[in-house]
Nanobody
Framework: VQLQASGGGPVQAGGSLRLSCAASGRSFSSYAMGWFRQAPGKDREFVATINWSGTSTSYVDSVKGRFSIARDNTRNTAYLQMNSLKPEDTAVYYC?????????????????WGQGTLVTVSS
């Protein structure tokens, strides 16, 4: 599976962005998908994950109520809708795919990673 993340860019605090993660290869619907982010000088952190069917999701506490993860298995694409963005959301955002289909919060559970897309939130 190859993953291509897109949709990042500059945005003012309070604004919104939608990230997309397009997957190539077979069996996208059998993978759990996740979004992670890495801010300058910090470790990569979990943001959100969704199971293979889109029926179960999980989020890091700092984005609950503001971010929403979704997927469209007919388009082989996962999404991260980000609302009410804050400067502390500034980071490179990565999408990832995990075999097994159940959602995962740990980066070590993921088998494939996209190249990252930069989100910059200004105050």
């Amino acid at each position: 599976v190859q993953l291509q993340a897109s949709g990042g860019g500059p945005v003012q605090a309070g604004g919104s962005l939608r990230l997309s993660c397009a997957a190539s290869g077979r069996s996208f619907s059998s993978y759990a998908m996740g979004w992670f982010r890495q801010a300058p000088g910090k470790d990569r952190e979990f943001v959100a994950t969704i199971n293979w069917s889109g029926t179960s999701t999980s989020y890091v506490d700092s984005v609950k109520g503001r971010f929403s993860i979704a997927r469209d298995n007919t388009r082989n694409t996962a999404y991260l809708q980000m609302n009410s963005l804050k400067p502390e959301d500034t980071a490179v955002y990565y999408c990832a795919a995990a075999r097994g289909g159940i959602y995962y919060r740990s980066s070590t559970s993921y088998d494939y990673w996209g190249q990252g897309t930069l989100v910059t939130v200004s105050s």
